[in-house]
């Protein structure tokens, strides 16, 4: 984010705008768009970051679980899985996002993202993370015991 910094202790008028825009005489104070931030506050800053950040990313959009530990804990789902399969055990599908345009369904398991294995929830996040707004991926997945594909549009 481009700015100015202006040291108010060694320039008069900085020091007088500060006071006019601020009401007060103590630093740090940000002006951005006539917006003023007094001090650090946390909060206004993130703000501000978000007003210049550039287009975001919609998310995949499902809660889900490493599929090995929740098959192993739920022996019912696993008959139709190949023992010993890895990767991401869809638990619900969020609407209006990434997985749910995909017709992503609860019960499938992600095994494959960008042509990259799936083990777990760590790396699908992982790999998630390093796509832009626009990015294409495909995913493959089990559905009832069957291996499919399908794009996923970010």
Do not use: C, W
């Amino acid at each position: 984010m481009p700015f100015v910094e202006k040291d108010v202790a060694k320039d008069y008028t900085a020091a007088m705008e500060m006071i006019r825009l601020s009401g007060q005489q103590g630093v740090p104070v940000t002006v951005s768009n006539g917006d003023v931030i007094l001090g650090f506050d946390q909060q206004k800053f993130a703000k501000l970051a978000e007003k210049f950040a550039g287009p975001k990313r919609p998310p995949l959009g499902i809660m889900a679980a490493d599929a090995e530990e929740y098959l192993a804990t739920h022996p019912e789902r696993a008959e139709a899985i190949p023992a010993g399969t890895k990767g991401v055990y869809v638990g619900k599908v969020r609407s209006k996002t990434v997985a749910s345009r995909a017709q992503l369904q609860p019960g499938d398991i992600i095994t494959s993202f960008a042509g990259k294995r799936v083990r777990n929830m760590a790396a699908l996040d992982q790999m998630v993370e390093t796509l832009k707004p626009g990015d294409q991926a495909t995913a493959k997945f089990l559905r009832d015991g069957e291996n499919q594909s399908v794009v996923l549009q970010f």
